[in-house]
């Protein structure tokens, strides 16, 4: 009784990775499966085939193309106006400021089907294809809200005596914005811009709406796949999208405590 | 320091009918102020009387609504922060968070585009005592050690004239006391006009060759610590530095030098030049707490003499503080210095004294 009082914590920790992590796992290990039938749902034999033709399975690498240049492209510019828009907003007074703000929140709060609906329904009655610009246009749409949600708390958080020093050091107004605006809002625009690719690249609802005949991005690919049989080589790019993000990850932690060890 | 000879002859800063408005507030009201190059300036004043206002205003960080200001021969109104020579050290000290102490300190010198500017940041820093801690980052260091890099900063560029808004008011007192000290001596060393701001009256008399002090956007008055403290323009100034106690009186008759005043029907002598030209009714007689001495009732040497019952006495070590209820029932403070002389215990009656020239008069405000 004592033992588990003392080890409560750790156990209940345990548990909560456990939670996190099986389906990661699961997705790792079945990587390595040999499926019998289509479906590559119960373990059969263990094999490197997926890992050895990542782009067997006919169209997915396309897919997966389509779907990171639509998640680093909406990601820049949303990234590039997104900040733009959260100094704006947090810096400078202007009427229709408080109304902007609540402009901002829409694209979070609405349901997504309503979104990707009522774009489509936008596209079409302006003669606009649907396809790649279309998927771009409406991705933009909903991850800017999050840049600037993100960055606007950084500009805030930024204390104003700070550029005015720069200025009392002889910095003009562009030397102050890069020498110690950038700079310190940085962190908040790479996390608004990685945010913003996160949520792009598996974005389904708002993309299938607006998807062309023959546009297909990866989510749209993984659950077209799904009704006829998943390859193996989905889990290979799900393991190496996973170990990449524990990759960036791992990589900023170790940046920032050899910063810290340089500084002490 | 060659460069200091030719710097005193720059600093000169010159304030014309400077004003500035917030709406219909006028936080700061068309003051004139000429500070010498090379001085050490105090503005000194209460909270919200616009001393923050005018330092901006100097620096540049803030627009004028009136008025010019001069950097020796050259009107700076129209320039911008970074176009002049002229630095701060802020209240928050405004580090740079993201960069090194040495690089917060060359900040300007690599604007100003100087060549050696990590020997000359090396050399600031060596001044503050922190070349130990160059490679460290501003938040690493104490708020006395963040408030020398922030001083080492604005000094090294070698600025006509050197703007420091309350940069100890975030110290404790010792340390408060070490930097007042360790301010003057750099002061000093390199010849750099400093202007402080401050509303610590004691700070601003110990450090400063010239105290102007400020109230509600005017200045008051304005002269070197002693002259201030001793000879008060205004019952503000009377009562901001120092404590005073202030006697209604009437000109009765003046005679050469010496001039005769009643108060409450007693007859004081006072200098007839103290008594100010203008404000001739509500005229008050000031008198500092150490300037009175409690005397025996019967002595004759002094001229000036008014007794009354000790209602508090408090006992601090150097002196003890009495208040003594005068007759018509206003509490005059004395401070009488620990010097073995014979104390006064509540409800005592005694007579307080003190020298004709040691009193000044002022109008009603
Ligand atoms: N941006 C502003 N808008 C409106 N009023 C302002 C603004 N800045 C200052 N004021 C007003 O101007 C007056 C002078 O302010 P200032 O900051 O110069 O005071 P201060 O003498 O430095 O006071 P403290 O000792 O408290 O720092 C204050 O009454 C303040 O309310
Ligand atoms: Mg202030």
């Known amino acids: 009784m004592r033992w588990l009082r003392k080890n409560l914590i750790v156990i209940i920790g345990l548990l909560v990775m456990a939670y996190i992590l099986i389906p990661n796992i699961v997705v790792v290990v079945f990587s390595f499966n040999k499926p019998a039938g289509h479906y590559n749902y119960e373990w059969s034999q263990f094999s490197l085939d997926a890992w050895l033709d990542p782009c067997g399975a006919p169209g997915m690498c396309d897919a997966l193309g389509l779907s990171l240049w639509i998640g680093i492209a909406s990601a820049t510019i949303s990234t590039i106006m997104g900040t733009m828009a959260a100094f704006a907003l947090g810096r400078y007074r202007f009427i229709g400021r408080s109304f902007t703000n609540l402009l901002v929140f829409f694209p979070m709060a609405t349901p997504e089907v309503v979104m990707g609906a009522s774009l489509l329904t936008l596209f079409i009655s302006m003669g606009l294809e649907s396809g790649q610009t279309t998927i771009l246009i409406a991705h933009i749409l909903f991850t800017v809200s999050f840049v600037i949600t993100t960055v606007k708390a950084r500009v805030a958080s930024l204390d104003p005596a700070l550029e005015q020093a720069a200025a009392d050091l002889y910095a003009t107004p562009a030397q102050t914005f890069w020498k110690v605006t950038f700079p310190l809002v940085a962190p908040g625009i790479g996390a608004g811009a990685l945010l913003a690719f996160a949520l792009s690249f598996d974005d389904y609802i708002v993309t299938n709406f607006n998807a062309g005949a023959t546009t297909l991005t990866f989510p749209m690919f993984v659950w077209g796949a799904s009704q006829r049989g998943t390859p193996v080589q989905i889990n290979v790019i799900g393991t190496v999208m996973f170990l990449g993000a524990v990759a960036i990850v791992g990589i900023a932690q170790a940046i920032g405590a050899r910063r810290r060890k340089v500084d002490a | 320091m060659t460069e200091a000879t030719q710097r005193k002859a720059q600093g000169e800063l010159r304030l014309v009918e400077l004003e500035r408005r917030y709406d219909d507030f006028v936080a700061v ?61 802020f209240q928050s000290y405004a580090l740079f968070p993201h960069l090194n102490i040495l690089d917060n300190v060359g900040f300007g010198l690599r604007q100003l585009k100087v060549a050696d500017w990590k020997t000359k940041a090396m050399q600031a820093l060596e001044l503050v005592k922190l070349a130990d801690r160059a490679k460290q980052k501003p938040r690493q260091l104490s708020g006395g050690m963040q408030q020398r890099v922030a001083l080492a900063r604005a000094i090294v560029n070698e600025p006509e004239v050197l703007l420091l808004d309350e940069p100890l008011g975030a110290l404790d007192l010792k340390l408060r006391r070490e930097m007042q000290i360790e301010l003057k001596r750099i002061q000093q060393e390199v010849g750099i006009t400093f202007i402080h701001v401050t509303h610590d009256q004691e700070e601003a008399m110990t450090m400063a060759d010239t105290v102007a002090v400020m109230r509600a956007g005017n200045i008051e008055q304005l002269g070197a610590p002693a002259e201030l403290y001793d000879k008060p323009a205004t019952a503000f100034v009377a009562n901001f530095l120092g404590q005073s106690n202030l006697l209604p009186i009437e000109v009765t008759s003046i005679t050469g030098e010496r001039a005769t005043v009643s108060s409450h029907g007693t007859s004081l002598v006072v200098e007839a030049a103290a008594i100010p030209s203008e404000a001739p009714d509500g005229l008050r007689l000031g008198i500092r707490p150490e300037k009175l001495r409690l005397v025996e009732a019967t002595d004759t040497t002094w001229t000036n003499k008014l007794s009354g019952e000790v209602s508090d006495a408090s006992f601090t070590g150097v002196s003890t503080t009495y208040l003594v209820r005068m007759p018509w029932g206003q509490e005059l403070t004395v401070t009488q210095p620990n010097d073995g002389t014979a104390r006064a215990e509540l409800g005592d009656q005694v007579t307080i004294a003190w020298d004709p020239h040691h009193a000044f008069m002022i109008g009603v405000d």
Do not use: Y
């Open chain 2, 29 to 89: 009201n068309g003051i004139e102020l000429d500070v010498p190059p090379g001085s050490f300036f105090a503005l000194l004043g209460p909270s919200g009387c616009g001393k923050t206002t005018t330092l901006r205003m100097i620096a540049g960080l803030e627009e004028p609504s009136g008025g010019r200001i001069f950097l020796g021969t050259e009107d700076i109104t129209n320039t911008r922060a970074h176009q002049r020579r002229v630095n701060t050290v």
